[in-house]
Each structure stands twice: as C-alpha cells, then as structure tokens.
C-alpha cells in the first residue's frame, strides 16, 4: 500500500510557476512509477508526466514538453513537478499516482492515488 499526499498548488498569474510535491508514504516507494495527472472542471482527467523509478526515464504530454519537469527523491519518498511558462488552460487539480511494474501514461494502469491539489492559473 501506498499514501500519496500532494502539496504545492495555488493561484498564480500566466507565465508563472509552480512546483508540486507529492509525498508518499508506505512501503517500497522507489520500486513505484510515479505519474501526474490533471482534471479540469467539465473535462476527463488527462496525464501530464510520468516518472520511471529511478528517474531515468520520463515521458510528458505534448502540451507539458518544455514547460512542465517531473522528477523525484526517492530518498525523502516524494515527486515533484515543477511548472513554468503557466498558461490558464492549465488550471486543473493535480494528482500524482503510482504504480508499480512500468512507466505509464494512462490512468486506468495506476493503483494508488492521491487526493489532488488545485492549481489555477489567472490571465
């Protein structure tokens, strides 16, 4: 089993940056993958990046590639996504998950979500 306990989202002005935290807590957090995903109001919840676990692999979205950066501490049990360049399309709740087997960019293949954080983004 795996907690997962995102932090870090906020109002911010476009063109700005945020970076997310999500801690986990539980047993053998560096043998998971660890993904980001995002939902907006009225909208299917969408992968954002994704985080091998070692961090020697990671994939994005197309929207994300050179904004967005996931990486991890395996050391402190957490993932982070830091965002730039913030655009208010991405105004969404965040959640971090984790699997455990492979990398993966849809949601259904992950196990163990978190809660979400809130983070939106003002013209």
């Known amino acids: 089993q795996v907690q997962l306990v995102e932090s870090g989202g906020g109002l911010v002005q476009a063109g700005g940056s945020l970076r997310l935290s999500c801690a986990a807590s539980?047993?053998?957090?560096?043998?998971?993958?660890m993904g980001w995903f995002r939902q907006a109001p009225g909208k299917e919840r969408e992968f954002v990046a994704a985080?091998?676990?070692?961090?020697?692999?990671?994939y994005y979205a197309d929207s994300m590639k050179g904004r967005f950066t996931i990486s991890r501490d395996n050391a402190k049990n957490t993932v982070y996504l830091q965002m730039n360049s913030l655009k208010p399309e991405d105004t969404a709740v965040y959640y971090c998950?984790?699997?455990?087997?492979?990398?993966?960019?849809?949601?259904?293949?992950?196990?163990?979500w978190g809660q979400g954080t809130q983070v939106t983004v003002s013209s």
């Open positions: 985080i091998s676990w070692n961090g020697g692999l990671t």
């Open positions: 998950a984790a699997r455990a087997g492979s990398i993966g960019r849809i949601d259904v293949v992950y196990d163990y």
């Open positions: 539980g047993r053998s957090f560096s043998s998971y993958y």
